[in-house]
């Protein structure tokens, strides 16, 4: 069965830090699917980024980048030089495609604190 | 604009009155999925849809019915509902496509308490 762990459960850093959420997922498909979702303090979810698992290369856009090894299972996130505004709640999640089935699975989010 | 709307964003009812929370989205997405989220228990998927007349279901189903008869529409369905359903529901629509990087969109998000 699949299976997300984001192990952080809540981060604080000062504003500018760079700051690296964990994702790790358990999966026994070779066809899958990676995604990272935002949730900021006034509750809409903001859809960040989705990597298939055949696609290993790292993901960067603009002060976000997302590194997939899937030696390690992970998939983390790096928010360089944090502003307030990256104040969230981030959640990563895995879908398997084998099957035919498309189920997403969700880590239990890591609530990220920027304080200026 | 594109967007994913929700009806309503909020909803008091009582237990074992059937209730239905509308989701709608203007981008011709085939896939379209349901998620409650609780304290606690972070978001979890209940059914999802691939394409009209195409729903399976995710990891919370019970409880819950959809349809999917037009692409654009999927209804959550609440038949009895009980107070163990009182959660936040998002709906989310993107395009079905295996190796895609497109957008998912969200809805806005349904409050809803059972009494």
């Known amino acids: 069965a699949q299976k997300v762990t984001q192990a952080q459960t809540e981060i604080s850093v000062v504003e500018k830090e760079d700051v690296t959420l964990d994702c790790v997922y358990e999966?026994?498909?070779?066809?899958?699917?990676l995604f990272w979702y935002k949730q900021p303090p006034s509750g809409e979810l903001v859809f960040l980024i989705r990597?298939?698992?055949?696609?290993?290369q790292n993901e960067i856009s603009g002060r976000y980048s997302w590194n997939f090894q899937k030696s390690t299972s992970s998939f983390n996130f790096t928010i360089t030089a944090s502003q307030v505004v990256d104040s969230a709640v981030y959640f990563c999640?895995?879908?398997?495609?084998?099957?035919?089935?498309?189920?997403?699975?969700f880590g239990k989010g890591t609530k990220l604190t920027v304080n200026p | 604009e594109a967007q994913v709307t929700q009806n309503p964003r909020y909803l008091i009812t009582v237990t074992g009155k059937k209730l239905t929370v509308t989701c709608s989205q203007n981008?011709?997405?085939?896939?379209m999925s349901w998620y409650r989220q609780d304290p606690g228990l972070g978001l979890r998927q209940i059914y999802y849809?691939?394409?009209?007349?195409?729903?399976d279901k995710g990891d919370v189903p019970e409880g819950y019915k959809v349809s999917r008869k037009e692409k654009r529409n999927f209804p959550l369905i609440l038949e009895s509902p009980s107070p163990n359903q009182t959660s936040l529901y998002f709906c989310?629509?993107?395009?079905?496509?295996?190796?895609?990087?497109?957008?998912?969109?969200f809805g806005p998000g349904t409050r809803l308490t059972v009494l």
């Open positions: 989310a629509s993107s395009p079905y496509n295996r190796f895609s990087t497109d957008t998912q969109y």
């Open positions: 999966t026994r498909d070779t066809t899958y699917y």
């Open positions: 990597r298939n698992s055949f696609d290993e």
């Open positions: 999640a895995l879908s398997e495609s084998e099957g035919g089935s498309e189920k997403l699975v």
């Open positions: 981008m011709n997405h085939e896939y």
């Open positions: 849809s691939m394409n009209v007349e195409v729903t």
